[in-house]
């Protein structure tokens, strides 16, 4: 326990303290991501996608996704967020904020919130992976129930 402890500490510092030139999210700079994972509302469930942003400022972009969610009937999934990002040009490690809205579809249409978090850990100055968790609620008028989505994907800027 104590040892894992110590491993967990020091691969945290590395990663926090290491250095990456890059322009990541300097205004105008898009990023292209593709993603699979998996989503829950009771029962789990596949979903991939692929989600295009536009960094507005150094911290802030504009996202827009679509993605399908593999269930009994398939969701078409398109939504529109906005990101914060946490970290700077030169972060190996960027946590961000995200949230927005959209549709779900199934054959009926769900107006949906989302809001979530992740990381994105640069491996080179134009990828990164990243990791995402997102709730979304949905209205009461339509067939989908809210849902959580926990994703892992890959990021080009350009």
Do not use: C, H
């Not at 990541?24 to 789990?44: C, N, R």
């Not at 919130?113 to 491996?123: E, M, P, R, S, Y």
């Amino acid at each position: 326990m104590k040892r894992g402890m110590v491993v967990f500490v020091v691969v945290w510092t590395v990663v926090l303290f290491s250095q990456q030139a890059s322009a990541q999210f300097l205004p105008g700079i898009s990023e292209i991501t593709g993603y699979g994972g998996a989503t829950f509302d009771g029962v789990k469930n596949g979903t991939a996608g692929v989600a295009l942003a536009v960094n507005l400022t150094p911290r802030l972009g504009a996202e827009g996704e679509v993605g399908m969610i593999f269930a009994d009937e398939r969701i078409i999934n398109v939504n529109v967020d906005f990101v914060f990002n946490f970290g700077s040009g030169t972060s190996l490690l960027v946590p961000y904020i995200l949230g927005g809205a959209g549709f779900l579809n199934d054959g009926g249409t769900d107006v949906a919130v989302n809001a979530g978090g992740g990381i994105k850990l640069f491996v080179d100055a134009n990828i990164a992976l990243r990791a995402d968790f997102r709730a979304f609620l949905t209205s009461t008028s339509g067939k989908v129930d809210d849902l959580e989505r926990f994703y892992g994907g890959i990021v080009f800027f350009f």
